[in-house]
């Protein structure tokens, strides 16, 4: 029978930051990164839902399948970004 040696890191107490402050702090940065990227998509959804009512309302100028499509995303995509901007504003 084999012993082998467990080798574990060694945390520095004496380090400038605790590991419970640089966790706090890393989950403070990725809350900020993930609203970012939420009001990224908010946007996103904006301007996604104008482009579907310009379709919805171009006439003849586009194929009637496709402003069919845009007719009824229209409305999926205005609910979509009421109820991510209600959850941002929340702070979920």
Excluded: C, W
Excluded at 12 to 25: C, D, F, H, P, T
Excluded at 39 to 48: G, I, P, Y
Excluded at 67 to 82: E, Y
């Amino acid at each position: 029978m084999t012993v082998t040696a467990l080798k574990f890191n060694t945390v520095e107490l004496n380090s400038a930051e605790s590991i419970a402050e640089k966790m706090k702090r890393l989950r403070a940065e990725a809350q900020d990164s993930a609203r970012t990227h939420a009001q990224a998509f908010v946007r996103a959804l904006a301007e996604l839902e104008m482009l579907a009512e310009d379709i919805a309302h171009g006439g003849e100028a586009y194929p009637v399948g496709i402003r069919q499509a845009a007719t009824r995303l229209g409305p999926d995509l205005a609910g979509a970004r009421m109820n991510v901007t209600s959850l941002l504003g929340r702070d979920v």
